[in-house]
């Protein structure tokens, strides 16, 4: 279980995330929903650390993570797998090399083990033809599917994507929901999408958080967001419907 | 940024009764000016550099203990930084060596100076100055640019994030190689450079008509000092960590997209540069 608990945030004076608290639960798939720049994906990278908070706290499995050494804190991601926006495959290695990164860094496996988890990470998000091909060659879905390969191949307890969707055709968006959702139900991990795609958030997820101005303005359900009569989520959700429509 | 300065005429504390300047949202003291202030911030740019720089530092030699996971990285930054950069330095140094040759001839060769004196210039100066300068000059540019165009996409591209995120180092993991590798592939080339300029020059001086191979030697031989090489191999480790180190530092560090790699590479190249001749001279006046 993760929480976080009142964090603030500035960068320069500007203020990007006041007081905000919430907790995410096991196995649930949460999508941390609000518009561009509300503070998003500030709070993702406070969940793994990659940020510190100017106050409060991020304590995942009931330990404080800011309050840990480097080294405990390197323990901790390991049982995170995230993927981010661009997919942040490493381009100077091919597909398979890139999926059996963390397997070679951090596990004692041999090389015939690593082949065959690595081709199964590749056969998950369908795409374990592409072993050979470099990050370049790939198109910007299938880098976000194999970057997909590599934030699971450790077999992570929560995995974190950042706008999973965004810059995606419809259809690979399509794609890339039913892949999260299939992860999420086979390997029963915690998923917490960073997202301001309203057609990935009802179609993945159990509960939705909304950030307004660096604020936790509404956590719920997805039912509670179907009821919800509060106007700034409203108009948010509606907007995201419009774009849809059109 | 000023957004506005203001005097309240209608407080009854008197020590409100301040011309009051916000900036950025923050009430400033009456000391406030905006140009102590600019001037002020100006000054701790380099400081805040220097603090960033020395705590990178510090993060990457404390990944030493664990280094036999980036091993396989230092093999490849070794290649890059020295095998790759061999032809190159090699060329340069075999025309620094036949230009010192040709142009000592040109100032010095007259029928009262021996033409030893040719040997007795161009080889402490390959040894003690131009080979390493040279050599440290050509990998600012290749190797330095290279570093911190790597890093410096890494970084905007999120891998260095993915790298922290999957519970790596990544400063151990990105830094150290490639800092070690300098460190160690330098004073390679540094010995390749002198050598091979050392040959330039004798060659072209014997050719040339400037001064037959046999007296180039000689002259070489008489004025040989056996520190002058130490001195060398001392500033070629010198030049290694400084040119490995910034670049890795300005490119770990950069902001922005394509124009922030740029920029970082841009810096890297000249900082090195910058940096290098202050270590030239430093090292010189203390050693010698």
Known sequence: ????????????????????????????????????GSGK????????????????????DGIDINKISYAELRRVRQSFGVLFQGGALFDS????????????????MTEQEIEKVVYECLEVVELSDVGSKMPAELSGGMQKRVAL?????LKPRYILYDEPTSGLDPETSNTIDLLIKGLADQLKV????????????????????????????????????????DTVLNDFVKANEYKIGV | MIERTYFDADAEDESANLSLTVVNGRE???LYHPLLHYTTQMMMVPVGALGRYSKLLFHAFGALPEFSTYRDNLWRQMVHIGIESMPIVMLAAAFSGAVTTVQTSYQLVSPLIPKTIIGAIVVPSMILELGAVVTGFILAGRVGARIAAELGTMRVTEQIDALEAMGLNSIGYLILPRVIAGVVMFPVLYVAACFVGIGGGMLVGHYGGFVPIGEFMDGAREFFQPFDPVFGLIKSLVFGFTITSISCFKGYYTKGGAEGVGRATTQAAVASCVFLLIADLILAATLL
């Open chain 1, 1 to 36: 279980m993760i929480n976080i608990k009142n964090i603030d945030k500035s960068f320069d004076d500007k203020m990007v995330l006041n007081d905000v608290s919430l907790d995410i639960y096991e196995g649930e798939t949460l999508a941390i929903i609000g518009r561009s």
């Open chain 1, 93 to 108: 290695m091919n597909t398979f090399d890139n999926v059996a990164f963390p397997l070679r860094t951090f596990t004692e």
């Open chain 1, 41 to 60: 994906s500030v709070l993702m990278k406070h969940i793994i650390g990659l940020l510190q908070p100017d106050s409060g706290h991020v304590t995942v």
């Open chain 1, 190 to 229: 915690t998923s917490i999408v960073v997202t301001h795609d309203m057609h990935s958030v009802l179609s993945i997820a159990d509960r939705a958080a909304f950030i307004f101005e660096g604020r936790m303005h509404w956590t719920g359900t997805i039912d509670d967001l179907h009821a919800s009569t």
């Open chain 2, 28 to 30: 400033q003291s009456f």
């Open chain 1, 149 to 153: 390969a590599r934030a699971v191949a």
